[in-house]
Structures are given as structure tokens and as C-alpha cells.
């Protein structure tokens, strides 16, 4: 009987056991990752049963040793310590499933954001209050009526009005447009922005204009203080010349003064003046280093400046000169020569250290004006027979000759620094512009451009240190200065002004690096000019 009895409570007693731990399981379900704490009684008899031999009925009894209800108490407890400490399983998946959409809207509007209708910020009393009807007969409303229309409400008023403004104004500008600030507007937005704040970061010119292309048509500059007015020259000026190296300009006139100033463009103060006995000044130009000055006059002789120590040399009479007259001349860029125009077609080449005569050079007709390559390679002569003579400096000889196209006589001549174009005057005021490398093969080059803007003779002729500009002047009529664009081959109608009041220009120059234009005149002032382009002196 104890044997049947024994399988009979083992099996009882071992369902309960199963029934508990279902009841446990579906009570309480393990979080993943946490180990659920296991009661003692429990594990101690499970090792107990491990180690344990013998048969089902002893083993039986051995687990359930103690009372089943003290088990299910000991369970409890833990799946409240659990609880308390963790949290339930329940609520632990609900607020799981509830932050897993909210994580997907925030997502979303990373992404883009909807246009979202805005309040106003505040509104009116006074306008909610009137309720008016407005007469459409008035004038001022007249505009927005409709036809059988004699009056409107405040509302309907305010609406038109509305209207007829995004009408005129093309609506909701971008930057206001709630519905169009999504990610990639806002992202260059803030690129625009980064921009902006980088242009504003560092004062001065956004453009440096130097850079730019010099405008064909319309010509920038600025009317500056007279170059010489802390003193005026008493006599026509004959000579101004920018210092090669300095802010300096040096004025000569034929009242036997030589002066210095400073370039300032707004008192241009003196800093020397030179006068000279019995000397009136025709020609006076700069060394290549700009140490010195050499000034010609209707003498056989000439003067040497020295600017660093302040003597006035005078040279010896020139062996082997004929004339009695050395009053123009031009210095070679390379520094070594100094090229005299004598009469009958004469050119005497004298060397700027020894101050003698180097050779003499003959043309045919009559000598007008000279002028030296960028190079100091050759020299070129223009006459009254209308024909330019290139004479080689190391030969010492006429290596080619070509004719002016319509010329009958030439009166100046002049090539740009690098060496490019020439530019020769004559009697007439026509001007014809050449290419220097056509100048050297043909003897009737073509001229590229044909300057006719000047009615009176041809006096003058400059280019600037870049060859971009091309002045030319005439002494015979007042104001006759023209400023010629190199590359379209346009004269600049804005210059000068017609507010200017410039008497006969008698010389001009450009200043090294273009910044400034001079011009002397009859009445002994030297106008003077910024141009805005060029933003170095």
C-alpha cells in the first residue's frame, strides 16, 4: 500500500510544482538581460536532487521537502523586489512602443519642417471695432472698386488692399516663406549668411579695381589741387615730370625756375625750387635713377642737378657742336645716352657720364621731335618730310625708315614701355597708331587706330606705364587734351570736363604707376588728375 501510494502523491505534488511555475511564468515574464534571483530553498534542494541517488519516490519527496506554499511565497517576494527595483514588464514594454513613434516625428522633422500658421502679434481694438462701410465714390478708394460698387466693408477693404500690394510686389518674398525653409533652404541660407559675414569681417574694398579692365568708354577720375600751387610758375610751363621713384613731380618753366613738389592730391606741398640765371628752361628730364636732373635751354651748354647733395653743375661747351641751340633733348632709359635735336636734320648723341659727344646722326629733312625704345636699342626721329628714321644706339646707324600715312608733317612721336605701339602727331592734329614690330619690316605700315579728335597741331603725346592710355594735346587751342583706350581704340568723351577750366596745354605726364595725370599749360599751372582705376601712385 505505501509502495501504490507513494507515485500517486509524487505525481500530485509534482503537478502542483508544474502548475506553480506556470503560474509563475505567466504571471511574471523574464526581461531580456536580467537574471531572475532564484529563491534558496529552491536551489538548494535542486542540488540536492542533482547529486541525490535513488529512486522517483525518494527523489519526489526530497524536492518537495518543504510545503508548496512557502515556494510560491518565496517567488512572489522576489517578482515584487523585481518590480519595485525594475520596474513591471508591462510598463516597461508600453513606454517602449510609446517613445518609438515620438522618435520617428522628431526624426521627420529633422528632415522638413511643415509650414506651421503663425498668430499674429497682436491686433487692433480699434480697426475690430469699426465696422464702417468705406464709400468707393471717394477718390482715394476709387482704384479698388468693382463696377456697381458704392461701398465696402473695413474687412473687405483690408483684403484689396492686400491684393492689390502682393500684385505689385510679387507676393510673399523667399526669405518670408514659412513653407519654403526646409533643410536644404536653411543650409544655404547659412552659407549665404557665412559669406556675408566673411565680406564684412575686414574693412576696405570689396573689388580691387586694378584688376579690372580698364572701362573703353567712360573714364573715372577726380579734379586734386594743382601739382605747383603752393607756387605758380610766372611763365607757360614747359616740362613736367613724375620722379621714377618718389611721390614727386618736377615742374620747369621758361621763367628760369625749377621746382619740386610732393604728390598728395590735396595741398601737394613745395619742397624745393631752383632758380636760374639767365637760363630760361625748355627741357628737363629725370636720370634713370632719379638722382638727378638735366635741364636744356637755347644755350650751348646744359645744367646737371645733383638732387642728393643740391649742386647746380653747368657743362662745357660740347667740341664738335655746331649749333647754338641744345634746348630739346631726351634721355635713353638704359641711362647712357643723351640725344640732342640739332638743325638741318642733325642728332647729336652725347654720353650722360663723360657729358661728350658721342656721334653725330643725319636725316633728310628737318628734325621735329625723338624718342628711345622701352630698351634704349633704338632711336626714333620724325621730321617734316613725314618719314620716321630707326636708328640702331650700337651701330649708330639708320636701320630702316617708314612713312606716316597722311602726313605731311610730324610733330611728335611716341612708344609705349613695352614696346608695342608708336603713336606719331603731325601738323594737322591727326594721329596715327602703329605696331611697333609692322614699324621695323614695312616702309608704309598700316595704323591700327587714326586719332583725329584734335583740329590743331599735335604737340604732345604720352602713354601711361601699362599702354592702356594714350594722351595727346595741342598747344594751339584750350582744353585740347584727349585720352585715347588703347585696346578699343576709343577716345574718352568725359575728359576733361567742360566745368574745366584749362587754358593751352603745353607738356603732360603720367605718374609710374598711372595713378596720376599732369598737365602743364600757358598760364603756368599744372593741372592735375586722379585716375580712379589705378589705385597706386
Known sequence: MLIQIKPRVERKVTSKVSDAGDDAKTRKKRVPGRKKPEPANFSKDTQTTEHQEGSIADTSVEVHCGPPEDYLATVEKAQQLE?????????????????????KVKK????????????????????????????????????LAKVGETQISQVEHQKRLKKRFDVVTGGVPA??????????????????????????????????????TLSPTYLEYKTVTHANKAQP??????????????????TASKDQ??????????????????????????????????CRVFLSSKRKSFYEYDMISGQLLSSQPIKGLNDQSMSCFELSPCGKYMAFIGVYGYIYILSTKSKELICTLKMNGSVNCITFSSDG?????FGDDAVVYVWQMRSRECVHRFRDEGCLNGTCISIDSLNHHIVCGSEVGIANIYKATDCLVETEPKPVKVVNNLLTRCTSSRFNSSGQILALAS??????????????GSVYQNFPSTAEKMTYPSDLDFSPNSGYLATGTSKGLVHMYRLQHFSNY
Open 377 to 381: 636699342e633704338h632711336l626714333y626721329s
Open 475 to 488: 598747344l594751339n587751342t584750350e582744353k585740347s587734351v584727349k585720352l585715347v583706350h588703347m585696346s578699343s
Open 108 to 143: 521627420s522633422k529633422q528632415t522638413s519642417q511643415p509650414c506651421v500658421e503663425r498668430k499674429p502679434a497682436w491686433v487692433d481694438d480699434d480697426d475690430a471695432a469699426d465696422a464702417t462701410s468705406i464709400d468707393i465714390k471717394d477718390s482715394r478708394y476709387r482704384k
Open 175 to 212: 526669405w518670408a516663406d514659412l513653407s519654403l525653409m526646409d533643410s536644404a533652404k536653411r543650409h544655404q541660407s547659412d552659407d549665404e549668411e557665412e559669406e556675408e559675414r566673411e565680406l564684412t569681417r575686414k574693412t576696405g574694398d570689396y573689388i580691387n579695381k586694378s584688376s579690372l
Open 233 to 250: 610758375h610766372k611763365a607757360p610751363v614747359s616740362t613736367v615730370r613724375f620722379h621714377p621713384t618718389s611721390q614727386v613731380i618736377m
Open 257 to 290: 625756375n625749377l621746382s619740386f613738389f610732393q604728390v598728395d592730391g590735396k595741398t601737394n606741398p613745395k619742397i624745393q625750387s631752383v632758380f636760374i640765371e639767365n637760363f630760361p628752361i625748355y627741357s628737363a628730364r629725370f636720370s634713370t635713377d632719379g
Open 83 to 103: 518590480e519595485l527595483v525594475l520596474g513591471a514588464e508591462d510598463d516597461v514594454l508600453t513606454a517602449l512602443s510609446e517613445q518609438t513613434p515620438t522618435a
